[in-house]
Each structure stands twice: as C-alpha cells, then as structure tokens.
Nanobody, 115 residues
Framework: QVQLVESGGGLVQPGGSLRLSCAASGIIFSIYTMGWYRQAPGKERELVATITGAGRIKYADSAKGRFTISRDNFKSTVSLQMNSLTPEDTAAYYC?????????WGQGTQVTVSS
C-alpha cells in the first residue's frame, strides 16, 4: 500500500519560513519523480516544485528563489524549504509521487501565512 504522509504545515507570519516533509512508503522511492503541489481555496491545484530520482529540479515561477526542494532516497523523504512566505502562499500543500503509469498523492498539509 502506497502512503505519502506530509508534515510541517502550520501558521506563519509573512516573511517567515516553513519546512514541509513527505515520507513515502510502499514504492521504490528512487525511481519516482517527487513533487510538491498546492491548492488555494477556489483555485486549481498547481505545481510548486518537482525533483527527479536523479536530482533534476523544476520550480514554479512563484517558488524560484524562495523555495528549495530536496530528497533523500535512502530515507524515502522529500522536503520543501519555504522562505520569505507571503499570504499568497496560503494553501493546502500536497506531496506527489509520479512515474509513467503511476501517480500518488498525500492527504495534504495546510500552510497559512498571516499576521
């Protein structure tokens, strides 16, 4: 059974930082592209960042320069370090594991940026 379990969300003030983590089980982690997506109320789910098993990274324009995605293939975890957060970053953040023919999602963790 595949499980992706996110943690690290919460309430943070504008300009603050949060680190999200996702622990995967039930998959051969190293062969999956791992990603973080987010969905704000009333909006579609959007890409934040992805990282392949080999470490190739892609960021959404909104994340460039502020967010850093990383993975540990030995621990089967993927993390998202988020700095300089703004209220526009408020959303539910979802961990994703993807490869051809497979696509798995975590349950999401809420990030709220507010003073």
């Amino acid at each position: 059974q595949v499980q992706l379990v996110e943690s690290g969300g919460g309430l943070v003030q504008p300009g603050g930082s949060l680190r999200l983590s996702c622990a995967a089980s039930g998959i051969i982690f190293s062969i999956y592209t791992m990603g973080w997506y987010r969905q704000a109320p009333g909006k579609e789910r959007e890409l934040v960042a992805t990282i392949t098993g080999a470490g190739r990274i892609k960021y959404a324009d909104s994340a460039k320069g502020r967010f850093t995605i990383s993975r540990d293939n030995f621990k089967s975890t993927v993390s998202l370090q988020m700095n300089s957060l703004t209220p526009e970053d408020t959303a539910a953040y979802y961990c994703n594991a993807a490869r051809v023919g497979d696509d798995y999602w975590g349950q999401g963790t809420q990030v709220t940026v507010s003073s």
